[in-house]
């Protein structure tokens, strides 16, 4: 992206553009540091003015991202960020509008607004970091934290079935769903780009790595001795293969099987499709070790209108219909109330 400086030059978009000189806060080693690094990378590649960038999030370690980001933003408050989003993309339809949450703000007391988000299909893309632990309050269990994770809050292991992400956010009828992580440095960018590219509510799960309070709790994914048996890199259109293409994917009644692909056949693998029924992406959300690989792109991606655009479209009617309101009138109302 280019953009014209005061002299009138082209001047290119790059990553210390978006910059800034606020001192990074996170504890060396996290996961969020690579997240940041692409998300500066890929933003000027995204044809957007800076000054049409806005970057919204709620409470938590990875809601720290504004200030570390040399565009405009809100550091907002627990769980609501989904919903000041909706408010400025509702009103600032031009903008690439940007959240940031962690599986706490997220899903715990942030739930609710998520959920909405995804069902109305706001032009967003929200980015949601998963480490599965509080890190912030230092090292709480969180809504995705696995049964029996021994904590400061669970001394004698977790009871709760934890939340996945992505299949709360298929639930909600999300049109663009991706899983990626923090050590997946090239998937990570092209997801995001993707995720730009979506017009609606983009979801992206993104396995971050907290190396304080939950350190390698994805590296049987990320581990360069590890990720070859678990990692299910998908595709659109291209077969469900992984551990350099020796194991496959296929369904049985629906259910997800591992098969040796020289005993059954590249072809009888079953193929990636997007666009499939919303069934097939669930079971692909679902599977986890030690049973599955770990599916990571993008599952699902369907075209449906947006929220913010078919919003819009109303005003724009009513407006031809009526002309432009007055704030006055709108403050008085047809029938005031007159106390004496």
Not at 13 to 22: A, C, E, I, V
Not at 122 to 129: A, P, Q, T
Not at 205 to 219: H, K, L, P, Y
Request: hydrophobic fraction near 35%; charged fraction near 25%; aromatic fraction near 8%.
């Amino acid at each position: 992206m280019s953009v014209q400086s005061e002299s009138g030059t082209a001047k290119k978009l790059t990553r210390k553009d978006f910059k800034t000189d606020q001192d990074v806060r996170w504890c060396p080693g996290c996961g969020d540091y690579a997240i940041l690094a692409q998300v500066q990378k890929v933003m000027p590649e995204l044809g957007v003015k800076k000054e049409n960038f806005a970057v919204i999030s709620g409470i938590g370690c990875s809601s720290r991202f504004p200030y570390y980001m040399n565009t405009y933003g809100f550091h907002t408050i627990h769980g609501r960020a989904p919903a000041f989003a909706t408010g400025l993309k509702s009103t600032r339809p031009e903008l690439s509008v940007w959240v940031i949450s962690g599986d706490g703000d997220g899903l715990s007391i942030g739930g609710n607004h998520l959920i909405h988000a995804l069902r109305r299909n706001i032009d967003i893309n929200i980015l949601l970091f998963n480490n599965q632990i509080y890190g912030l309050t230092k090292g709480q269990y969180s809504p995705t934290s696995e049964v029996g994770k021994r904590t400061k809050s669970t001394p004698m292991g977790s009871i709760d079935e934890p939340f996945r992400p992505l299949s709360v956010a298929l639930g909600a009828e999300a049109t663009f769903a991706a899983r990626t992580a923090d050590r997946e440095q090239k998937h990570l960018a092209a997801t995001l780009k993707a995720a730009y590219e979506h017009k609606g509510t983009s979801f992206v799960e993104i396995f971050q790595n907290c190396n304080i309070f939950n350190d390698g709790a994805f590296f049987h994914v990320t581990e360069k001795a590890t990720k070859k048996a678990n990692q299910l890199v998908i595709e659109h259109g291209k077969p469900l293969t992984f551990n350099d293409g020796e194991q496959g994917i296929v369904f049985e009644n629906f259910e997800p099987k591992v098969v040796n692909v020289a005993d059954v056949g590249l072809d009888n693998i079953h193929i990636h499709d997007e666009k499939a029924s919303s069934s097939y992406h669930l079971a692909l959300a679902r599977m986890r070790a030690p049973e599955f690989p770990t599916a990571l792109g993008i599952l699902r991606r369907v075209e449906r209108p947006s929220y913010d655009e078919m919003l819009n479209a109303q005003v724009e009617v009513d407006r031809e219909r009526r002309g432009r309101g007055q704030l006055k009138a709108l403050i008085e109302g047809p029938e005031p109330w007159v106390v004496s």
